[in-house]
């Protein structure tokens, strides 16, 4: 790539815009912030590796195309200059221009810059969206065999409805669930609420500590060593047991169970689950409310991460498809995690802590569900042994269901 310098004019609006939504070099960013007020305009220099950084970023919003007022500061922007050098896009570094696409399109993509003669901003732009409406409807290996637009539905649908992309059946028997921790726990619990009657709740609205160790000792779960757990706890306040505070929690949220003037009590709900046994719907309402409802970062110390909750349908989809074998963590860790997530991880200065939000947040949790077998193994970094597989049960093809339409009629849907 040359050495040469190209200009742009911009208006303050244009550039003030560019600044605050997009993601630019530090460089780029300065060269935006000291242009030169010229004729009514700002004039902004440029080296030809930086116009073509910036290029590439509003060609990603005219491609996204949904920030209106973004894609009318380009669209002015194109107007004014015309591209009046000219020579930009002919002697384009490839390696630059394709750095964000999807690897397994690599090679079309580099052919396709090849071959245009774009001579005008706007060429340049609608051959980029052109191509990538194009991209959108072709299977990526990233994304597990989905088209990027078949991620898009998967994440942006409802769990339920007659265009639900994922769904919960809750045609589920008492056999189907006998490795449920969460539906069978969830019934012990509701029976000693009924047994017992209203349960006195403390100060800070959780269960009284006779409540909480009666559960304890009543509910089985799996990575729980009771005994250990009594030996440190002889008191223990309802937070000190994770489980099944997070089981309260949902059968509250699910309305199973209500708190009112300083007690908790059985619904109408909760009582109508314990005579008619409908452990099913027990099972799809807690799992709904964890993965729909419960702050997910409640699950472990680490931070928000809030781009894994969102990303929730997509993880579930490449556990269904890698893991009807036994599948191991890292390997997994590789696959479910789309761009933005794995950003969230880079951005906190963490990237390792992939592997244990996919464990707490996503593993441990289907595993309490029954819908994953855990295999574990020793550590080469600890005496205690960690987790090193996991494979689906019987229970997650039966409750978890995949409904994505073809990448064609999706295309016609969000036309």
Known sequence: MSDEVHSLLLSSAERALFLERLDLPPGIAARLRFAVHLSGCLEVSLPETDLVQLLQALAEVMTIGEDGEMIAAIEGMTERNGMANGEETEDTDEESVLADFPNEVLDQVREFIKAGDFETPEEAFAAVEAFMEAHNSQPVDDFCGLAPVQVYELLNTAWSGPDAVISLSAALTSDDLKDSAMAQNGLRFLQYVSEEGAIRLTARKNMNRKAVLALIRRTEWPRFDRAR??????????????????????????????????????????QRCLEQATLGDLQVDLFLQLYTELNLAYLDPLPEYPEVQSTVPFIFFVIHELAAEAIAIDALCERVYLSPVREGFQEAGHPTHDDFALTTRILNPLHDFGLLEQHKGPSVHARLETLQSVKLTPLFKKMIRFHIPDPEVLEKKHS
């Not at 994770?242 to 699910?254: I, K, M, P, Y």
């Not at 908790?264 to 909760?270: A, D, H, N, P, V």
């Open 229 to 270: 757990f009594e030996e440190f706890h002889k008191a223990p306040n309802e937070e000190d047991h994770l489980q099944l505070n997070v089981l309260r929690v949902l059968l509250e949220f699910a309305n199973y169970i209500k708190l009112q003037k300083g007690q908790l009590t059985l619904t109408k709900k909760g």
